[in-house]
T-cell receptor
Framework: AQSVTQPDIHITVSEGASLELRCNYS??????LFWYVQSPGQGLQLLLK??????LVQGIKGFEAEFKRSQSSFNLRKPSVHWSDAAEYFC??????????????FGTGTQLKVEL | DAGVIQSPRHEVTEMGQEVTLRCKPI?????LFWYRQTMMRGLELLIY????????DSGMPEDRFSAKMPNASFSTLKIQPSEPRDSAVYFC???????????FGQGTRLTVV
């Protein structure tokens, strides 16, 4: 069974500082990996995804993530954080098998606070 | 496209009452998913459909929960009878196929008192 670990429950960074949110996954085959962001009272918005190919993927809002198979990681990064980035971030792995759609398993989330 | 549409956005009901949550997926999407989000358990998949057919309902917590998808543009999640521990945010999501990401609705915040 697949699983996702986000070791940091809360992270606080200053506006303009760089950000890295950690994500480790467990999955027997090539994973489909996602980062979603959730603002208070809102649904989940996709930031970026990795299915195959280039291991460094670019997403919306200036985010990027790097897939490292050897480390089973898919960490999210942003070079300069804006106050509007304060939200909860979820890493997810999808089953992606034939007929399985993207049956997602989510991590527990990382709550990002941005200090002005 | 308006995205995945869920209704109602908020629902407050008394214990023992029936609750029905509704979802309209994005047109052309073949998969529909129901997720539940709680503080204790995070985001968990309850059930998903492919082409209106339930494929995996192993996440449905109890027989009190049921889901249907009578056509490609509508799905319901029903809880009967509801209990306070069912209080959560319920999300519906859809995607085109295995090679595309899932799009989420805004969620329904259910409170059972």
């Amino acid at each position: 069974a697949q699983s996702v670990t986000q070791p940091d429950i809360h992270i606080t960074v200053s506006e303009g500082a760089s950000l890295e949110l950690r994500c480790n996954y467990s999955y027997g085959a090539t994973p489909y990996l996602f980062w979603y962001v959730q603002s208070p009272g809102q649904g989940l918005q996709l930031l970026l995804k990795y299915f195959s190919g280039d291991t460094l993927v670019q997403g919306i809002k200036g985010f990027e993530a790097e897939f490292k198979r050897s480390q089973s990681s898919f960490n999210l990064r942003k070079p300069s954080v804006h106050w509007s980035d304060a939200a909860e971030y979820f890493c997810a792995v999808g089953a992606g098998v034939t007929g399985g759609g993207n049956k997602l398993t989510f991590g527990t989330g990382t709550q990002l606070k941005v200090e002005l | 496209d308006a995205g995945v549409i869920q209704s109602p956005r908020h629902e407050v009901t008394e214990m023992g009452q029936e609750v029905t949550l509704r979802c309209k997926p994005i047109s052309g999407h073949d998969y529909l998913f129901w997720y539940r989000q709680t503080m204790m358990r995070g985001l968990e998949l309850l059930i998903y459909f492919n082409n209106n057919v339930p494929i995996d309902d192993s996440g449905m917590p109890e027989d009190r929960f049921s889901a249907k998808m009578p056509n490609a543009s509508f799905s319901t999640l029903k809880i009967q009878p509801s209990e306070p521990r069912d209080s959560a945010v319920y999300f519906c999501a859809s995607n085109k196929n295995s090679y595309h990401e899932a799009f989420f609705g805004q969620g329904t915040r259910l409170t059972v008192v």
